[in-house]
Every structure is written in C-alpha cells, then in structure tokens.
C-alpha cells in the first residue's frame, strides 16, 4: 500500500522536535514546558536583551560614542596601565558560572576569553595598587580578596568585566527598583481614559492619590506599564492605597486587595459579568459606579468574612444591602 506521508515528512518532524528540545534547555524551561512557556521565555529574554541593549546605548551616549562596543573598547584603552602583576593560580581557571547552564557557552570558547578578561584584571589590581597608597590599612588586601571572590561567582565574562569598570571609574551600582518610590498619579493619568474602567472612580482614585501623594516603585511602574492593560493595574493599585489607607502599596497588598475587591463588586452588581448580568446589561463596569460605593462593597465583604459568613449567597446579600439594593438582594 502507498505511503499516506513521505518518510521526509517524519524525518523533519523529528528534527523539529530535536529543535525544540534545544530550545527549551536554550531558554531554561524544563523538559516538559510546553509551547506556550518556551514563547513567553524566549519573549522574555527578548525583553531584556532590548533593556540591556538600550542602557548600553544610552551609557555611550553619555560619554560621547555611538555605539556601545566603541566606548568598551576605549574604556579598555583608557584603564590605568597596571605594574607587571602575577596574576594567582585561580584566574588561570575559568569560572563555573560562565559554561555551566542552559544557553551558555561552550568551555572552550569560554577559556579564549578569559585572555582578554585576565587583561582588564591586571588593569583593576594596578588601580587597587595605585590607590592604597591612600586607603587606610588592609584596604588592598581586602579589595584584592573581593575581587578574587566576584570571578570566582561570576556568570559571565561581560559581567565580571563591567563590574571591574564600574569600580575603576567609581560608577555607582544602579538602584534596586524595589527600593527606589516615584509619584503614582503621575504615572497613573492613562486611567481615568480608559473606558473599561469607572469613570467616577478612577477620577476620584486620582484626585485621591494626588492628595494622598501614593507612591510607586520603579519595579511596580514597570510591570504595570509592560502589562497588557497599564490603566487596569494603576486602577488596583491605586484602589489598594485608598482602602488600606496606605501611601506605599506593597505588590502583596495590592494583590490581595485587588483579589477581593473583585469578588465584593461583582457580589454587589457594580461588575457585570456572564453570571450576573441583568437583561440588557452588558460585561463590565456598572455605570455611574463611584469610589465610595466600590469601597462601601470590600468593607462590608471583608467584614462579613471576618465574622463567618462566608457563603456565597450570604456575602451577596450583606454587600447588595449595604449599597441599598434591597431589590435585589431579596432575590438571593
């Protein structure tokens, strides 16, 4: 009988498959991730390859160069010439962390690079020597030390390197996002255009967080702002502050908040969805919901929680009769 399919059908269903295998240990997904993880890797990593890419630009620029790998190299150039130093046995090894993994390179493409990696350490221990002179006593030696210690635990020949620039010309370290707190009103104006959000509320969250002065990280802002809905998260997050009365919103808090805040409107009717419409209503946001009412369903949710009422027909009929929807909370 005749083949339904070619053998180089097979065969190249097979190599897709090798493909795949590779790109999944590529990316680091397990051996079981599927598809849709491997995408959301390989975007990920698009993601911060563009943010790397963008901070070397901009760091170039800063210092008068187009490109990043012209002002690297004259970095290079421009490093303190270092006396004649014997280098220890250990910087003759390469380090673990730039070979062992998925996606790294080879130990042997690795162990080229460290030649011109031992350079930029001859150049950083002449700065170390250079600069004791006027360091308080023991400030070599331990500097030395934790230079030994930051290739040994480095992941990479770059990083190691930046991190060796970055101490000869005393550039400081970046802030961690999650420390460093910005405006949020500032940053939340989108909300009040959104029109799947309410109007009154997100109007009056704003004159609110003005008010207040809530904040922000910067970790925060930029997951919002990468999100698919940036005006949603800004809604809850804000929202958040003005429940908990807190200035600084913690990712918990906001969460948790925003986790029963959901579950209270759409008890109290003032979110429609395919469970709880009305005739002729539509999915979303009640018209004319404002913020005291919004506020009024999580007080009377959280309330109705902490003292055991907890069925679902018990909690909609405390948060419809809170909000004076005697009507229908005779219906539950």
């Known amino acids: 009988m005749k083949k339904l399919l070619p053998e180089s059908y097979f065969k190249t269903q097979e190599r897709l498959c090798e493909w795949f295998e590779q790109l999944q240990s590529a990316v680091g997904c397990g051996a079981n991730a599927d598809t849709g993880a491997v995408l959301r890797a390989v975007e990920s990593l698009a993601q911060k390859l563009k943010t790397y890419e963008e901070q070397q630009a901009a760091v170039a620029k800063s210092r008068g160069y187009r490109f990043w790998g012209d002002y690297y190299n004259a970095v290079l150039k421009e490093l303190p010439e270092a006396k004649v130093v014997e280098l220890p ?46 360091e308080d006593e023991g400030w070599e030696e331990q500097t030395k030390a934790e230079l030994a210690e930051l290739f040994t635990n480095s992941t990479s020949a770059d990083t190691f390197e930046r991190e060796c620039m970055n101490f000869v010309y005393e550039v400081e370290p970046e802030p961690d996002p999650s420390t460093v707190w910005l405006n949020a009103s500032e940053r939340a104006g989108s909300l009040e255009l959104d029109q799947e959000l309410p109007t009154a509320a ?32 800004w809604f809850w997050h804000l929202l958040a502050a003005y429940l908990l009365n807190e200035g600084r919103p913690t990712n918990e808090q906001v969460t948790e908040t925003q986790e029963d805040a959901k579950k209270a409107v759409y008890l109290g009717l003032l979110y429609l969805d395919g469970n709880n419409w009305q005739v002729g209503d539509k999915e979303g946001w009640a018209l004319g919901t404002n913020l005291s009412q919004v506020a009024m369903a999580y007080n009377t949710y959280k309330t109705a929680l902490s003292e055991g009422r907890d069925t679902h027909n018990d909690l909609a009929k405390e948060v419809l009769l809170a909000l004076g929807k005697t009507k229908e909370a005779s219906k539950v």
């Open 202 to 233: 997100a109007f009056e969250l704003l004159e609110f967080a003005e008010e207040k002065g809530v904040e922000v990280t910067k970790q925060q802002e930029t997951f919002y702002e990468e999100c698919a809905s940036p005006s949603n998260w």
């Open 89 to 134: 046995t250990f910087y003759n090894e390469v380090p673990l962390g730039w070979f062992n993994g998925p996606g790294k390179p080879s130990y042997d493409k690795c162990a080229k690079r460290l030649v011109t990696t031992q350079k930029v350490i001859r150049k950083t221990l002449g700065y170390v020597a250079d600069q004791s002179a006027s």
